[in-house]
T-cell receptor, first 118, second 115 residues
Framework: DAEITQSPRHKITETGRQVTLACHQT?????MFWYRQDLGHGLRLIHY???????NKGEVSDGYSVSRSNTEDLPLTLESAASSQTSVYFC?????????????????FGQGTRLTVV | AQSVTQPDIHITVSEGASLELRCNYS??????LFWYVQSPGQGLQLLLK??????LVQGIKGFEAEFKRSQSSFNLRKPSVHWSDAAEYFC?????????????FGSGTQLTVLP
């Protein structure tokens, strides 16, 4: 069965270190998204991609970067981890192309990565 | 920019009781609306979605939601709650934001089910 997986599931890192969170989907979806989940804020969009070599900033992109070299993967990099980036991170993917994509198609979510920056 | 409000942070109901979770949105055009559920330690799973047509939509696990344009609401309901429904529920709206198309989520409602 197709799926979307995140790794690691849990990570503890030190302030100032570079950290990369992996996201891999086998749905062959064009669209991939990274969200962070914090108490009282729901899910907030960090970065998103609508295809290979396409990346875009979301609502809370400062301190994060992504790259899309193939359809299956969208790794999220924290350039210099800060305590404010302690959060649960979710990757998602959805199908569809064109101007309405991502609005009328279901997004499938990974199980999340709990990141603690100490 | 649009917004999604879930006014209830936490709701507690007894097993077998009915449930209604509130969601209000702010969006100029016809919205694309979703309800997701998140069980502890898990990702989000789609319960149901509304794009157009019948304003009462049926979802998985016995849930339904009604779109009311006049009230800008998309409340989630279930006639009889099961203990396994204890989870966090998120309302979301699909947004066209410049050239960006993505989901905006509410802050969630935590549901506790008493035996």
């Amino acid at each position: 069965d197709a799926e979307i997986t995140q790794s690691p599931r849990h990570k503890i890192t030190e302030t100032g270190r570079q950290v990369t969170l992996a996201c891999h989907q086998t749905w062959n979806h064009n669209n991939m998204f990274w969200y962070r989940q914090d108490l009282g804020h729901g899910l907030r969009l960090i970065h998103y991609s609508y295809g290979v070599q396409d990346t875009n900033k979301g609502e809370v992109s400062d301190g994060y970067s992504v790259s899309r070299s193939n359809t299956e993967d969208l790794p999220l990099t924290l350039e210099s981890a800060a305590s404010s980036q302690t959060s649960v991170y979710f990757c998602a993917s959805s199908e569809g192309t064109g101007p309405r994509l991502g609005m009328n198609t279901e997004a499938f979510f990974g199980q999340g990565t709990r990141l603690t920056v100490v | 920019a649009q917004s999604v409000t879930q006014p209830d942070i936490h709701i507690t109901v007894s097993e077998g009781a009915s449930l209604e979770l509130r969601c209000n949105y702010s969006y100029g055009a016809t919205p694309y609306l979703f309800w997701y559920v998140q069980s502890p330690g898990q990702g989000l799973q789609l319960l149901l979605k509304y794009f157009s047509g019948d304003t009462l939509v049926q979802g998985i696990k016995g849930f339904e939601a009604e779109f009311k344009r006049s009230q800008s609401s998309f409340n989630l309901r279930k006639p009889s709650v099961h203990w396994s429904d204890a989870a966090e529920y998120f309302c979301a709206v699909g947004e066209l934001w410049g050239s960006a198309r993505q989901l905006t989520f509410g802050s969630g409602t935590q549901l506790t089910v008493l035996p």
